[in-house]
C-alpha cells in the first residue's frame, strides 16, 4: 500500500493499521514517514516525475496479488477569500490539491496496467468538494476536481475492463493538523470558524484511527462489489460516514 502525506493524521493511521495487518507500506511526504519512504513535497510539480518513477519501480520490484495507492496529501491553507491570500501559498494549495492526485494518479494506472495487477486508487476527497466555503475557494475547487477526475478516470477503466478501481472519498470531519490550522484561521477570513470551533470542543471530531479502520477496509473493495450496504461502482464519490454497517463492524 502506497500511502502519500502518511507522516500525520489519517495517512500516518492508515499506514500504522495497514502495517499491524501485514501489508507491505510504502510512503510519500514532505517529513520522514512509514515503511520504505520518498521524502517530496507534492506540492512542486518538480517532484512529480520522481515520484511517479519510485511509485512505478516498487510496483515492478516484485509481483504483488494487489496493489493500492491512497492518495492523501492535501493542504487547506491558505485560508481567506480568492484575491486576499498569498499568491504563492494559494499555488502551492492548487498544485497539491487539484493537480497533483490527477498526475500521481495517471502515473499508478499507466504503471499497474503495463504489470497487469489487481488495483485500487484511492482519492481523499472532502465535504468540501460538495459546498461553496467562503475562505477555502482554492480547497474546494481542488477537491471538486479530484471527484470529477476520479469519476472520469473510473469509468474509463470500466470501458477498458480493467481490474483496476479509482474511488474518491471523503473522511468526513476528522481531528488532524488540518483541523488545527482551521481553527486557527481568523474570522474575517474564514466566516465559518465557529462551527469548527463549536465541533472541537464538543467532541464533534473523528479521530484519524477510527476514519482510517474504515478506510483500510474500502481499500479492499473492487467496482462492483458492495460495503456498508452501498454498491461500489468505478469512479464513485464516497462518504465514509454513510457506511453505518462498515463503522459498527470497524
Not at 69 to 97: K, Q
Request: net charge negative; aromatic share 6%; glycine share 10%.
Amino acid at each position: 500500500m502506497i500511502i502519500s502525506g502518511a507522516s500525520s493524521g489519517i495517512g500516518a493511521a492508515m499506514a500504522k493499521l495497514a502495517a499491524d495487518a501485514g501489508h507491505t507500506v510504502a510512503s510519500i511526504s514532505r517529513r520522514p514517514g512509514p515503511g520504505h519512504h520518498l521524502t517530496a513535497d507534492l506540492s512542486n510539480p518538480k517532484s512529480w516525475g520522481g515520484a511517479g518513477d519510485w511509485m512505478e519501480g516498487l510496483i515492478r520490484s516484485q509481483s504483488w496479488d494487489r496493489v493500492v495507492f491512497v492518495h492523501n496529501a492535501g493542504v487547506i491553507e491558505p485560508i481567506g477569500f480568492a484575491g486576499e491570500v498569498d499568491t504563492d501559498a494559494a499555488l502551492s494549495n492548487v498544485m497539491l490539491n487539484s493537480a497533483a492526485p490527477q498526475v500521481l494518479g495517471s502515473r499508478f494506472l499507466a504503471a499497474v496496467a503495463k504489470a497487469d495487477i489487481m488495483a485500487q486508487l484511492m482519492l481523499i476527497s472532502s465535504g468540501a468538494s460538495q459546498a461553496p466555503i467562503q475562505g477555502w475557494s482554492s480547497y474546494c475547487a481542488g477537491k471538486a476536481a479530484t471527484d470529477m477526475w476520479a469519476a472520469v478516470a473510473g469509468a474509463e477503466q470500466d470501458d477498458r475492463k480493467s481490474s483496476v478501481t479509482v474511488l474518491s472519498v471523503a473522511p468526513g470531519v476528522v481531528d488532524t493538523e488540518m483541523q488545527g490550522a482551521i481553527r486557527e484561521a481568523d474570522s474575517d477570513d474564514f466566516p465559518s470558524s465557529e462551527r469548527f470551533h463549536n465541533l472541537h470542543s464538543s467532541g464533534g471530531l473523528t479521530s484519524p484511527a477510527d476514519v482510517a479502520r474504515v478506510l483500510l477496509q474500502l481499500t479492499e473493495i473492487n467496482a462492483g462489489d458492495s460495503f456498508g450496504g452501498i454498491h461500489v461502482e468505478n469512479g464513485a464519490r464516497l462518504d465514509i460516514r454513510d457506511f453505518a454497517q462498515a463503522w459498527a463492524s470497524s
